[in-house]
């Protein structure tokens, strides 16, 4: 793509730790088992997506993934060959990212369990709302998928496609992020749902794959898709909410800010 093309700027409002506690869920491994030469690759491979897709990016990412090379450079090197560390209390580099991992973690389930109380408190008292303006109920059995989920889809999609197409054939492509956009609500109708890889069926460069996900990234930001998942790793769905529930959320979001104001 070009620098003139159309630009998506999706705020990550999830961190470093998040992102790597997300690779340990995903390869299923205990935190204390971590292997730091993949941990690392994987991360990496994170940060490379996010560059090629123009997100931007924390300063903290980046020097996690700096952390993260180091601690991998030092479980390379023979125990006599260590750096020496002032505050080093034990052999294995891992062991202070496993501890800040740790403690995240167990901040992280306490504000969920938290959220969740709230959420069942607010169920105790009985009142009549007024469902006019309401968003349409959420699907039972989904749940809303993180950015880290949505980018290891977006990587394995571009993955399969650079392996199935061959490059050497120069094909013209002039699709914009404002095309595609226009394209997904055509196909898309609201309360309609499709399969995250039938977005990319009719692609046919890496750059028109790229745009559409853009595009999505987009869309999601608007509040006109969503996106779901029944399990972590499984089939993602994207649905296009009706225009009754985007207007909901747009004026709670107006009303969010008149508060703040």
């Known amino acids: ?13 999830e961190g470093p730790l998040d ?14 088992s971590i292997s730091i030469e993949r ?36 479980t390379l090197l023979p125990r006599v060959d260590q750096p020496p560390e002032e505050d080093a209390e ?3 580099p891992r062991w202070e ?5 740790i403690e995240y973690k167990k901040f992280k389930d306490a504000a969920g369990f938290l959220s969740l109380r709230e959420v ?4 105790r008292f009985a009142h009549q709302t007024d469902t006019s303006d309401a968003p349409d109920p959420e699907p039972t059995g989904l749940a809303e998928v993180s950015i880290f989920e949505l980018i290891r889809a977006f990587q394995n999609v571009l993955k399969r496609f ?49 745009v559409t996900f853009l595009a999505l990234l987009e ?27 985007v207007a909901a959320l747009e004026a709670a979001e107006v009303g969010a800010v008149e508060d703040d104001a």
């Open 97 to 101: 990212l496993i501890r800040q991992l």
């Open 162 to 210: 650079e392996e199935s197409h061959d490059f050497g054939d120069i094909i013209d492509d002039r699709y914009t992020v404002s095309d595609k956009i226009e394209l997904l609500m055509q196909r898309v109708m609201p309360g309609e749902t499709c399969r995250f890889e039938s977005l990319f069926q009719t692609a046919t460069t890496k750059s028109e794959v790229i």
């Open 39 to 74: 941990i690392t690759s994987q991360y990496l491979d994170y940060i490379n997506t996010f560059k090629l897709l123009n997100i931007d990016l924390a300063s903290e990412f980046i020097v996690m993934a700096a952390n993260l090379m180091y601690l991998k450079s030092r």
């Open 19 to 32: 992102l790597l506690l997300y690779l340990i869920k995903k390869d299923e491994v205990d935190i204390h």
């Open 219 to 245: 869309l999601m930001k608007l509040n006109q898709f969503l996106v779901r998942q029944s399990e972590l790793l499984g089939d993602i769905v994207i649905e296009r909410r009706s225009a009754q529930a």
């Open 120 to 123: 069942e408190q607010e169920g």
């Open 1 to 13: 793509m070009e620098d003139t093309d159309y630009k998506v700027r999706l705020e990550i409002f």
């Open 90 to 92: 034990e052999d294995d």
